[in-house]
């Protein structure tokens, strides 16, 4: 599933210097003018905005996609977007496995933020495999029964998730920066990433 969120386009900025250079005092107008109403003064003077204002521009646009190994549908719809929310479940070395269980990595993830040509790529929604930095940081030595729970499970899935215990979500922001100039970031939970108003 995905989502393309396009903000309104955003009022032009307004040049009081302009204003005042024409021998105007600012005022309560001023807002009216801003909002693109033509406004007449007590003088009799008439004020149009787009003497005042500058053109509109255009809003933001986030693109969220939820798991997928192929957003590519998205693209039209996502072009020069303000940012890329894209799932990142499995490192590159794990390709293949992402896509047979719909899911990617931090290559596909940074080829549809190229192809949308996003000025922001940020990662989430990462396979438990891939611990934050601060877990592996403040790692305390692990009760002897869980390291036996897991090794049973792993003998019986013959899963190779468990592999490496030392495998942080660095290790997928760091693929992901080889592919691509677009700043990349990591995200968790209570993320925030501002996007900035269009200049």
Do not use: W
């Amino acid at each position: 599933m995905s989502f393309v969120i396009v903000e309104n386009d955003l009022p032009g900025k307004f040049d009081i210097k302009k204003l005042q250079e024409s021998g105007i005092k600012p005022g309560p107008f001023c807002s009216r003018l801003k909002n693109g109403e033509t406004v007449t003064l007590d003088d009799g003077r008439i004020l149009s905005p787009t003497d005042f204002v500058g053109p509109s521009r255009p809003g933001r646009c986030l693109v969220i996609l939820g798991d997928c190994s192929d957003a590519s549908n998205v693209i039209p719809f996502a072009q020069n977007c303000d940012v890329v929310v894209h799932e990142c479940t499995h490192d590159d070395n794990l390709l293949e496995k992402a896509i047979d269980f719909g899911h990617s990595t931090p290559s596909v993830a940074t080829s549809l933020a190229e192809k949308c040509h996003a000025k922001c790529l940020l990662l989430n929604h990462f396979s438990q495999r891939y611990k934050p930095k601060s877990a592996i940081e403040s790692k305390t030595v692990e009760k002897e029964e869980n390291k036996n729970k897991r090794q049973k499970r792993k003998e019986e899935n013959d899963d190779d998730d468990d592999d490496d215990e030392n495998l942080t979500v660095d290790l997928l922001l760091e693929q992901a920066r080889q592919h691509t100039t677009i700043p990349v970031f990591i995200t968790d939970d209570f993320f925030t990433y501002a996007i900035p108003l269009p200049k």
